[in-house]
C-alpha cells in the first residue's frame, strides 16, 4: 500500500497564516494613503494569529513551518507599520529604527535558538526560571494584554495622523491611547531585548557543545 503523504502547506493553520500574508500586504500598500482600510487588514490578520494557534491544536496540525510563518509575519507587520510612521513622524524616526531591529533581532534568534537546542543540556537558560517570563508564557491574559497594548501603542500613532477622535479629559482619543500604552510597549521592548540576551547565551552554549564534540571526536 502506497504511503500518504502530508501536505504541510494544505494544513488549516497554514492557510490561515497565508491569509494573513495576503491581508498584511494589503495593508502595507494602502497605509501611507487609506487608513481605515490599512487598519482592517493589519487588524484580521492580527486576530487571525489566535485563530490559528486554536485551529493548529484542534487539528492536530502544529508545524515548525507554521510557528515560523506565524512569527515571520508577526514581525513584518510590525516592521512595516514601523516605517510607515517613521515617514509619518521623522523626528522620531532613530526611535521607530531602534525598536524595529530589537522586535526582528531578538525574536528570530530567541525562535531559531529555541529550534537548535531542543534543550539537550541543562547548561541552556530557562525563560520560566525568571518569574516575570513565568507569568508572561504562562498567563495567557498577561501575554494579550502586553502584546494587545503594544499593537494598541503604534496602532494609536498610526490612526492620530489621520484622526485625532473625540477629545476625552482633555486630550484627542488616540492621543490619550498612546499615552496610556506607552509605557507596556516599552516594557514589551526590555523583554523581547531579554530575550535575544537568553538566546545568545544558549546559542554560545551550543556553540561550546559542538566545539567539544567535535574536538572529542578527532582525538
Not at 4 to 17: A, S, T
Not at 154 to 179: C, D, K, N, Q
Amino acid at each position: 500500500m502506497a504511503e500518504v503523504k502530508e501536505n504541510i502547506f494544505l494544513f488549516v493553520p497554514n492557510l490561515i497564516g497565508f491569509a494573513r500574508v495576503i491581508l498584511a500586504i494589503i495593508s502595507f500598500y494602502f497605509m501611507p494613503t487609506h487608513c481605515i482600510l490599512a487598519c482592517s487588514c493589519y487588524i484580521i490578520s492580527a486576530l487571525l494569529d489566535a485563530v490559528d494557534g486554536h485551529a493548529a491544536r484542534y487539528f492536530n496540525q502544529s508545524t515548525k513551518f507554521g510557528a515560523m510563518l506565524d512569527q515571520l509575519t508577526d514581525r513584518a507587520g510590525t516592521s512595516c507599520l514601523l516605517v510607515t510612521l517613521a515617514t509619518f513622524y521623522p523626528q522620531y524616526t532613530f526611535w521607530f529604527q531602534l525598536s524595529l531591529a530589537i522586535d526582528v533581532t531578538c525574536h528570530w534568534l530567541y525562535l531559531h535558538t529555541s529550534m537548535l537546542q531542543g534543550k539537550a543540556s541543562h547548561k541552556f537558560i530557562d525563560m520560566s526560571e525568571n518569574p516575570i517570563m513565568r507569568a508572561y508564557y504562562t498567563n495567557k491574559w498577561l501575554l494579550f494584554y502586553m502584546c494587545a497594548c503594544n499593537e494598541a501603542f503604534y496602532a494609536s500613532l498610526y490612526v492620530l495622523h489621520f484622526y485625532s477622535g473625540p477629545t476625552i479629559l482633555g486630550v484627542e482619543l488616540y492621543r490619550l491611547i498612546a499615552m496610556v500604552t506607552m509605557p507596556t510597549a516599552i516594557v514589551k521592548t526590555g523583554i523581547s531585548v531579554l530575550h535575544g540576551f537568553v538566546a545568545s547565551l544558549n546559542l554560545a552554549t551550543i556553540d561550546v557543545n559542538e566545539r567539544a564534540a567535535a574536538i572529542q571526536k578527532n582525538e
